[in-house]
DNA sequence: CTGAAAGCGCTAACAC
DNA sequence: GTGTTAGCGCTTTCAG
């Protein structure tokens, strides 16, 4: 195991005092006045000897760790990854690290999981927060420690969030079912008090009752396997046949859907139109494409990451929060077809 | 910003020594033969107060991260998003976190994401290794850093890994469109000279000339823009009218023959059979749900992280790599239904 | 059983 | 311009 040379030795080597390497290593020789022939020849040995500072005992200097804390509701979900690749890429390119957790939407876990970043010293939390979490992220407010919630926010809690307009992105989903002639509706979802959720059935609602339809929402409880889902979206179908079209609360439930359809051996949209929250490679491909709401998954990333370099970035801590709302795009395909 | 508690700061509080504090905490009381009613009135004024041991500190002492790094091709990808969820659960439980990383196949960036885990003490690390990563990858271990690669390996290099048994299945996999009648198989992939990829190619070849048939192989060079590959194998399959059946190198590239199969409107199975290497949602619910060769997901998350906290628990650094190879599944389905 | 003290490697006042 | 030095918060040896 090859000792790792610390900036004691490199000062040494060079018959320079510690400080000096440390000042020409930050940047700080212009400011130092440090010679440059000193500058260029501690930076030559430097990199000859492959020598890298210990990020470690920096960190704990100076209190910063350079890594950001990422915690999505699971990585294996493809909205999710896909957010989190493109936050990664991000990070990378500002010199910062990204340690994440997938928190399961489980308040318990995401409690221990919060304590164990800060922790860890992360210099900033990007958070899609479950149920519950209001304390923990206040807390972590209040301490001063940038945090940017996204997909879902914390009305109760005063901070930056992104997010995309749920409530119209449903309501203009289910408005376009109308228009093309389907009246008995049914909305299916995981149960949820998350404002994301609350929103999406909102605006589902909201366009019901503009037509004087009765809306007709099923809301299934989260179970990890999939079988219990798609059975209880089958059993939902069987018991409501007059039902025409379906609208899906996120892309997990759109997939059993999808599976419960096929099961089932339904056409659409002949017998049931539908359409998804969130786009997703299958809905493209499956015998008959799916309707989906797709939401600007770079725009998101992308605004997420902005703004929390920015509050990494500056010092003024109260230089008021960011609630950014994007649009959706309602991409039409064939299981919204017109009902004649 | 309220001022974090140190040890020193209990210690003055209870009138006890930081070392009592620190071995108290650190379950060597026992050992140290500290009173038990001692022990319990820290570890209670402990919990009153929340003191939480400042890691950075600790690890800098002791030389240990509890970080585990993981580093995957694109965590966007389904297959590794679900491994990276797999090993994340596994680490938390055992007291590691993850720190990941997306490395794009791509040399140099793989190198520098090396440097950063590196430098950030890392205490152990998973990766799927891109090409002409070599020398890192035994500089690492030279150093008595314990590595675990997946999904590829590389021969040049001995250090422990997990993989599937690729030859074989695509061999099998071959073999089975051969019975069902095919003749014109063809093998569409991406460029790559990693082990799986080779393995892959080859085991397709071998059940080929079994049967005096002659491979048909099209390799792609890898483009993050998906349309350009789609654009290829559109392209192939138009120069190619006589292929009857297609086997796919990996998800990715079997996401683009369906979709350039629905752009040209070819009926599956009867102008061309697919299978695909890899299991993906899309492939159940395909107009023609596809045959796929599945890799044991949870078993190379669970081969991966045991190999790998094994390591990490004992300190015999040389009791020899261990190299573990698993088996697939062929999931039939009506993509390779008998031609006849 | 408990305490003093020496660092882990780095930064940044503060001298010179 | 450069060197000295005091910590950051923790573990651990060595004395009592």
């Known amino acids: 195991m090859k000792k790792k040379l610390s900036i004691v030795d490199i000062a040494n080597s060079l018959n320079v005092s510690k400080t000096t390497i440390s000042f020409i290593l930050n940047g700080r020789a212009k400011e130092k006045r440090i010679s440059a022939e ?11 000897v492959g020598y890298k500072p210990n990020s470690l005992a920096k960190s704990l200097r100076t209190g910063k760790s ?3 804390g990422l915690m999505v509701e699971d990585i ?17 390119k500002n010199g910062y690290k990204i340690i994440y957790c997938s928190t399961d939407n489980d308040t318990e876990k995401t409690k221990d999981l919060i304590s164990m970043f800060r922790d ?22 209040k301490d001063g420690l940038p945090v940017v919630l996204f997909d879902r926010n914390l009305p109760k809690v005063e901070t930056d969030f992104v997010v995309v307009d749920n409530l119209f992105s449903t309501y203009n989903a289910t408005r376009h079912l109308i228009e093309q002639g389907y009246k008995n509706i049914a909305l299916i979802t995981f149960h949820s008090l998350q404002t994301q959720m609350q929103a999406r059935v909102e605006g589902y609602a909201q366009a019901l009752n503009e037509h004087a339809l009765t809306p007709n ?5 989260f179970n990890p396997d999939e079988n219990i889902t798609i059975q209880h979206v089958q059993t939902f179908l069987n018991d409501n ?8 609360g996120n892309n997990h439930v759109g997939m059993c859907l999808l599976k419960a359809i096929n099961h089932l051996g339904l056409q659409v ?6 359409i998804c929250f969130d786009d997703y490679d299958v809905f493209e491909l499956y015998s008959t494409s799916v309707t989906a709401i797709a939401q600007p998954i770079e725009a998101i990333a992308d605004n997420v990451i902005t703004v929390l370099l920015d509050k ?22 064939n299981s919204s077809k017109s009902k004649g």
């Open 38 to 48: 000193l500058v260029e020849r501690v930076l030559k040995y430097v990199d000859e």
């Open 66 to 68: 350079n890594i950001i």
């Open 76 to 92: 294996s979900n493809p909205f999710f990854a896909s957010i989190a690749r493109l936050i990664e890429d991000r990070a990378y």
């Open 120 to 141: 860890r010293h992360v210099d900033g939390y990007i958070i899609a927060p479950p149920e519950g979490i209001e304390d923990d992220i206040a807390s972590l407010i």
């Open 217 to 221: 929402i099923r809301e299934i409880v």
């Open 241 to 248: 046949k007059h039902i025409d079209a379906v609208i899906c």
């Open 269 to 274: 949209p002949q017998n049931l139109a539908i």
């Open 312 to 333: 990494l970035n500056t010092t003024n801590n109260h230089s008021g929060y960011q609630s950014i709302t994007l649009k959706t795009e309602l991409k039409i395909r």
